[in-house]
C-alpha cells in the first residue's frame, strides 16, 4: 500500500515538473555539418531578376550522422554544396532574431518569421517522401527569399505564378505546423569574426543561415514518460 503512494506521488510530482516548467529559449549549440547535399529531383536552378541562380530547394544537411533538411533564408551568401562547416544551432527565438529586419514593425516581423516557417514546414513535409518536383521544391525556395527581398521576382511568369500561391497560403501552412506539433529552427554559420545571435540574413559579411522544422514531443507524452520512469524508481 506505502508503495502505491510513493508511485502516485512521483507521478504528481512529475508531471507538475515536467508540464509545469516554462519553455526556455535553447543556447546556440555548436554544430559539425559533415556533407551539405542539394536535390535536383526536387529543385532547379533559377531565372530571378537578380540573374541566374545555381540550385533552389531543399538541401540536406548530415549531422551527427543524421540528415535533415533545410531551406536557405540567406540569398546572398553561398552554400557549397558537399561542403563542411561549423554551424550552429537555435530554436525558434534564434530564427527569429536570425531573420530580424530593422525596417519592418514589430507585428510585420512575426508574420514574416511564421511565414517563412510555414512554408519551410509545408516544403519538408512534401519534400521527405521525394513529393516535390525541381520547379515545385524551387517555388517554396524562390517564395522564402521573396518574402525577405521584396521586389525580387523570377523572370519566368508561370513559375512566379506558383510561388506567389506558396505565398498566399504561408501563414495557413504555418497553423498547420503548430497543429501538427512542428517547431522551427535555424543553422547559421557566421562569417568575419561574428559570434552567433549577432548575424541576420541581411548581413553583407559572408555568412549562412538554414531554416529548418521538425517535430516536437508533446508535454503529455513527455509527463506521462517521466512519471513512469518515477514510479519505477520510487517502487
Given amino acids: ?24 529559449a535553447s543556447p546556440y549549440i555548436p554544430v559539425s555539418v559533415s556533407n551539405v547535399q542539394a536535390d535536383f529531383s526536387q529543385g532547379e536552378g533559377t531565372t530571378t531578376n537578380l540573374g541566374g541562380i545555381y540550385y533552389a530547394g531543399p538541401i540536406t544537411f548530415t549531422i551527427a550522422g ?10 546572398f551568401n553561398d552554400v ?11 530554436d525558434s527565438q534564434g530564427a527569429n532574431a536570425y531573420l530580424l529586419n530593422p525596417a519592418l514593425t514589430p507585428s510585420q516581423q512575426i508574420t514574416l518569421d511564421h511565414q517563412i516557417a510555414g512554408l519551410a514546414y509545408k ?16 517555388e517554396f525556395q524562390l517564395a522564402i527569399w521573396e518574402l525577405e ?4 521576382t523570377d523572370t519566368d511568369l508561370a513559375f512566379q505564378s506558383g510561388v ?21 529552427g535555424e543553422l547559421e554559420s557566421p562569417g568575419c569574426g561574428q559570434a552567433p545571435g549577432t548575424i541576420t540574413y541581411t548581413n553583407s559579411c559572408q555568412t549562412q543561415g538554414e531554416i529548418f522544422v521538425r517535430a516536437v514531443p508533446e508535454p503529455l507524452t513527455l509527463s506521462v514518460f517521466g512519471a513512469g520512469l518515477a514510479g519505477a524508481v520510487a517502487v
Fill in 164 to 184: 506567389n500561391g506558396l505565398i498566399g497560403q504561408s501563414s495557413s501552412y504555418y497553423d498547420a505546423m503548430l497543429n501538427a506539433g512542428y517547431a522551427y
Fill in 80 to 90: 557549397y554544396i558537399g561542403s563542411s562547416n561549423q554551424y550552429f544551432e537555435t
Fill in 149 to 152: 527581398n521584396p521586389g525580387l
Fill in 1 to 24: 500500500m506505502n508503495n502505491g503512494k510513493y508511485y502516485l506521488a512521483a507521478l504528481a510530482l512529475t508531471s507538475v515538473v515536467l508540464c509545469g516548467a516554462p519553455a526556455m
Fill in 123 to 138: 516544403g519538408t513535409i512534401l519534400a521527405e517522401p521525394d513529393g516535390l518536383t525541381p520547379a515545385s521544391g524551387a
Fill in 66 to 75: 543524421q540528415q535533415i533538411i533545410v531551406w536557405c533564408d540567406d540569398l
